[in-house]
């Protein structure tokens, strides 16, 4: 029997990691700027996750949400922490699609409207009601048709919001798109989409899936802003690697849910909740943010002036640990030939390079990124030529 990835085959096999870096079977050591698609960001085997895991595994690691356990008023007395003020309830799913799917639900319930709002170049995920408000035609078309009433608005294009309006049940924004290429979300344009929805009583739906829980430097990327969410869902480094996501919602929100309205099998079991518990012990003990803005600035000093050097670079944007090279050829060849150089990353679109590092990269590991990526580079132009 063979297994069928969704992915692609990167054809090596990785067998151990351990903080910013993975080794295969031959024992060759990686830097890990993959990190399952930025789910590693506390890095592998976070030792603050690992032992509250192996703890709760000694207790109990399957039951159902009906039943109350120790480990789920610690982890809420350790979300009272990191929490956005307005967010008083919590439920956990299993994956970022799920939570976006939830939701959309809600956000339907709640408002008995239909329409929804997301961005061009946006990702929210592949399940249907995730996908249906995700942008990118190729990852939709098969599955036609999906949740109909959905449209797409250009990505911090002020004027554009004048299309959300009274019929609209919610809209769905990522502070920083990140399968979409690094591209922040001005403050303004995140404050016109609040001021927006409270101007026609839609909600707001803030994914932070991917950038949220420190990963640009902030606890929550949207607080740069004013925009208050109804809505905020998190996952990937909040699990410190374990898969979970997580949706907050404001009290008035919780009050519209029904049981039953939503259920999930595994979602918020014990061993999640350990893992959240232990990703927060490390966001306060291990000084994240203060290590992330370092090494943000530390790639700012490596990368930036390879724009300069290569015309086959188009931009670079840094915000936090969200770095994205953006070529004017495919990435594919670049990121194929960082991996043959033992450094790991992923791409956006087709012309992309992309890096989520976890907090614990060294500035020594930036160091050798940039001097691999001169080599690549250096060569290409060659051929180039």
Not at 42 to 60: P, T
Not at 110 to 135: C, E, M, P, Q
Not at 185 to 208: H, K, M, P, W
Not at 283 to 294: M, R, T, Y
Request: hydrophobic share 40%.
């Amino acid at each position: 029997m063979e297994y069928k990835s969704f992915f692609g085959n990167r054809e090596i096999t990785i067998v151990k990691g351990k903080d910013q870096y993975v080794w295969d079977t031959h024992g060759n050591k990686y830097i890990d700027m993959h990190t399952g698609n930025g789910a590693a960001f506390l890095g592998h085997k976070n030792e603050y996750v690992i032992k509250e895991i192996l703890q709760q595994i000694e207790n109990i690691q399957t039951l159902s949400t009906s039943f109350n356990t120790p480990i789920r008023e610690k982890m809420l007395e350790k979300l009272e922490g990191i929490r956005p003020k307005e967010m008083d309830y919590v439920s956990l799913l299993n994956s970022g699609s799920e939570a976006v799917d939830l939701a959309l639900k809600i956000s339907r319930k709640i408002t008995s409207r239909k329409k929804f709002i997301a961005f061009k170049n946006s990702f929210h995920g592949r399940t249907f009601g995730a996908l249906s408000v995700t942008w990118n035609p190729r990852y939709r078309k098969p599955f036609m048709p999906l949740i109909d009433n959905v449209e797409f608005l250009e990505f911090n294009n002020i004027e554009e919001l004048k299309r959300i309006d009274n019929e609209t049940a919610a809209v769905i924004i990522e502070p920083v798109q990140g399968e979409g290429g690094v591209y922040p979300a001005s403050i303004d344009f995140l404050n016109g989409v609040y001021e927006r929805c409270l101007q026609t009583n839609s909600l707001l739906i803030i994914d932070e899936i991917q950038c949220g829980f420190g990963r640009t430097g902030l606890t929550w990327t949207h607080e740069k802003s004013k925009a208050v969410a109804d809505i905020l869902l998190a996952g990937k480094g909040i699990g410190g690697g374990y898969p979970l996501s997580i949706v907050f919602y404001t009290e008035e929100i919780a009050k519209e849910i029904d049981d039953g309205d939503h259920g999930s099998t595994y979602g918020g079991n014990p061993l999640a909740m350990a893992s959240i518990v232990g990703a927060i012990e490390a966001f306060e003990k291990d000084n994240v943010l203060e290590k992330v803005n370092n090494n943000s600035k530390a790639f700012h000093s490596e990368l930036n002036n390879l724009i300069s050097e290569f015309n086959i670079i188009r931009d670079i944007r840094i915000l936090g640990l969200m770095i994205a090279i953006e070529l004017k050829i495919n990435a594919s060849q670049i990121i194929s030939e960082l991996q043959k150089e033992f450094i790991l990353a992923l791409k956006s679109g087709l012309n992309i390079i992309r890096f989520l590092p976890p907090y614990k990269i060294q500035e020594f590991d930036i160091k050798e990124t940039k001097e691999k990526i001169l080599e690549i580079l250096e060569k290409i132009n060659l051929s180039l030529k």
